[in-house]
């Protein structure tokens, strides 16, 4: 039972538009999300995080939108930069219980220069 | 770097053989997590252990165990090693359960 599913598992974007990366999840107990970025022979580094009372987050080029009846969150990059290929793994939590992050199979960010 | 360092980074081992990996976590970080990444999957959560005690188990076979020990290092045993248990294995910490985690670098382990 795949809780978070990423369904594109790579996508090609050019330099300074606008790159898009979607999760979405079943489990109506997650109240809070995570992106993580995973460059190769490295481990994932927390990007931005989204609590369910908020529909978006921003955090310089990087911005979170959660569509909770949904159940669907996106992850937006502008402009991107060569810099922002890596693999990008969504999670979701829920702040009760266990905490533990239950993540999605990536999807594999290209930036063309 | 994160701060959570992982040994070793790699292992190559024989089916059958058991192996142990290394995780200390960032420092005052309590909480350590496992998770396993196989080819093309995402990042399978194991087990979480704080400040010395199991917390929460995911999907973590009987054959693999993990403990945390009081100067709060961890280690994740895993035994009758198959092929299919050829994958990346991290390591994460928070300062306490909820908050952010940090991954280490991962050790390849790779059963011939």
């Known amino acids: 039972d795949q809780q978070v599913k990423q369904n594109s598992p790579s996508l090609s974007v050019q330099e300074g538009r606008i790159s898009i990366l979607n999760c979405d999840y079943t489990n109506s107990m997650f109240d809070y999300f995570l992106w993580y970025k995973k460059y190769p022979a490295e481990g994932p580094t927390f990007l931005i995080s989204i609590s369910s009372i908020k529909d978006k987050n921003e955090d310089g080029r990087f911005t979170v939108f959660l569509n909770k009846s949904a159940k669907h969150l996106s992850l937006h990059i502008v402009p991107s930069q060569p810099g922002d290929s890596a693999v990008y793994f969504c999670?979701?939590?829920?702040?009760?219980?266990?905490?533990?992050?239950?993540f999605g199979t990536g999807t594999r960010l290209k930036v063309l220069a | 770097d994160s701060g959570v360092t992982q040994t070793p980074k790699h292992l190559i081992t024989a089916t059958g053989q058991r192996v142990t990996l290394r995780c200390s976590p960032r420092?005052?970080?309590?909480?350590v997590y496992w998770y396993q990444q196989s080819l093309d999957q995402g990042l399978q959560f194991l087990i979480q252990y704080y400040n010395g005690e199991e917390r929460a188990k995911g999907n973590i076979l009987e054959r693999f165990s993990a403990q945390q020990f009081p100067d709060l290092h961890s280690e994740l045993n895993l035994s009758s090693l198959e092929l299919g248990d050829s994958a990346l294995y991290f390591c994460?910490?928070?300062?306490?359960?909820?908050?952010?985690?940090?991954f280490g670098p991962g050790t390849r382990l790779t059963v011939l």
């Open positions: 420092s005052g970080d309590l909480s």
């Open positions: 994460a910490s928070s300062v306490a359960t909820g908050n952010e985690q940090f």
């Open positions: 999670a979701g939590s829920t702040t009760s219980g266990t905490y533990k992050y239950i």
